[in-house]
């Protein structure tokens, strides 16, 4: 871990990252392809003066909207309990009605529910929490710990305070998480928390360069019988798409349309770049405000 100063806080497509690197350990990770070049991913950047940056960029924007946080690190990993630079974020967009999209597999959000739920009375909050599998052995295989509680923790918080959430079925790899029975059990865990998005990601498992590495490598340890399974099967290929792809897609938009869930990766897009001020009665997208 190191501190730093950086200069620009928000991209032209109005994401953010407080932190820079990984900080987990699951077998599949964008944040760790996303990272490639740095020569030492899990050295976790901590962008000290990203609160301060916010407010900068935030002033100079000429109408609100969605800012995105979590594509290159988690925003809770376990750094934020000390420095609480997310948690300065948000009051950040919180005094400016920008709404705000997060990806987290940590229930520490939890901690900020007070500016969360003010947010959300005011703009739009959208949580987005990636869970692989619900059996405690295809969970810790793939998450590389077991952390099944803590997520679990997240949706009820979440479920209880009435924060718009989105279910990220990711990542779905063959011969660990590719069943019916495993599919089943989440989308009735989104039913059981009221959550109407389930995210899919087509139900098959991208690789890029630098986490296929990775996914190679680690799986060797975790399990190497099914990694040489997987390497005479994909080879060095970037998809590995389950036998059962289409069967498990069809049982999804059955199971979905039955639980009133939406799962059309479209229509998640748009409910997530969309922002709406609910004071105002205005709704402006990302691309309104650059």
Known sequence: MHVVEVKTILTPQNGMNVYRGVTDHCLVSPVRARTARVEQPEDVEVKKNAAQL???SL???RSRGMISVGGLSD???PLEEEFRIMRDCLRVLDRYDFGVSITTRY????RDMDILQEIARKTKLVVTVPFPALQTEQFRLIEGELGMTDRIRLLDGLSEAGIETILLLDP???GINDSITSLGMLLQLAADHGI???DHRDMKCQLQNGSREYFHAELAKRAPELEEQLKERYGDGMELV???QKELMRHLIDRCKAYDIICDKKEILSFKRQYTNRTEGTQMSFDDFV
């Open 54 to 56: 916010l407010e900068y």
């Open 59 to 61: 002033k100079r924007k």
């Open 75 to 77: 925003p809770y990993n």
């Open 107 to 110: 229930s520490l959000l939890l």
């Open 172 to 174: 779905v790899i063959p």
């Open 196 to 198: 109407h998005w389930v």
């Open 242 to 244: 389950p036998e059962n």
